[in-house]
């Protein structure tokens, strides 16, 4: 799997996506413009000390991200998704696409990729879910149907005390 942030905006949600990628082994994408520094303290934070833990990639562009993984299987995230993030069967290699916090992902790229474009089912009174939250759901239920590949599933008190 593959976590892709476009545009993300606030530092401890990103440092909160960087934590559950290095918990999962899920490789981090960056597109820029970034509203943050990398460097910045309250994303190192948020990340507490995982950041050695994810492989991280910044991209220019989406369409770089695209060309660099050409046959790669993407699912954009959305309010105006048609699927539910459940119906889906994910793949080992998708990449799950999450626009800004404040904007998310751009209505066109929405509306060109209908058969892509996943919603997390809310009431409708709520707008969004946090983008770190969302990012957790749809990670561990696409590597739930995968059967947690490389992740203990199960406690060792001798490890984990």
Known sequence: MHIVLVHPEIPPNTGNVARTCAATGTPLHLIRPLGFSLDERHLRRAGVDYWSMVEVYEHLTLQELWEAYPTGRFW??????????????????????????????????????????????????????????????????????????????????????
């Open 76 to 161: 954009y995230t959305s309010k105006k998704g048609r699927i539910a993030y459940s119906e889906v069967a994910y793949a080992p290699d998708d990449f799950l696409v999450f626009g800004p916090e404040s904007v998310g992902l751009p209505d066109e790229l929405i509306a060109a990729h209908p058969q892509q474009t996943l919603r997390l089912p809310m009431r409708p009174q709520a707008r969004s879910l946090n983008l770190s939250n969302a990012v957790a759901i749809l990670l561990y239920e696409a590597l739930r149907q995968l059967d947690f590949p490389g992740l203990d599933r199960q406690w060792d008190p001798e490890r984990d005390a």
